[in-house]
């Protein structure tokens, strides 16, 4: 599989510091400190192997929600639910280090073609950042 790189739709961090499982256990504890909780583990990899027999490199992809953002959304516009909950990806590289990326709120919320909703992405993405930046 090719690097995971810096897709300008995530904020991404690279670790080099930490295995697969540690990067996971991380990354739910900071989005813990940040208000987020984890609705959803999908063992990628696993799944691509069972499924079709593909192999891949470790790939995981959580689902993370902040319950007091995600009332405010639907609050907002009840189809928000379309891009719930937050996608963060942990992908093991081939050179060792984890990538974690989650889904960036301002390129995800485009889609909902509202500017209204600009405020809203800077609010959801602060935690979002933060509990990137302390991994």
């Given amino acids: 599989m090719n690097a995971f790189g810096q897709p300008h739709y995530g904020i991404t961090r690279l670790l080099a510091d930490a295995s697969f499982e540690e990067a996971i ?8 400190d940040n208000g987020f909780g984890i609705l959803t583990s ?3 990899q696993n799944t691509l192997k069972q499924k079709i027999g593909a192999e891949i490199s470790r790939y ?3 689902g993370a929600c902040n319950p007091s953002l995600a009332h405010q959304a639907l609050s907002a516009d009840p189809a928000f639910g379309l891009l719930m909950p937050c996608s963060v990806v942990i992908a093991e590289q081939e050179d060792g280090r984890i990538a974690v990326s989650v889904a960036e709120p301002g390129a995800m919320f485009r889609a909902l073609q509202r500017d209204d909703l600009d405020d809203f992405a800077a609010q959801v993405r602060a935690p979002l950042e933060a509990a990137m930046q302390s991994l």
């Fill in 25 to 32: 256990e991380r990354v739910t504890a900071r989005l813990a």
């Fill in 42 to 44: 999908i063992d990628v």
């Fill in 60 to 62: 995981t992809v959580l």
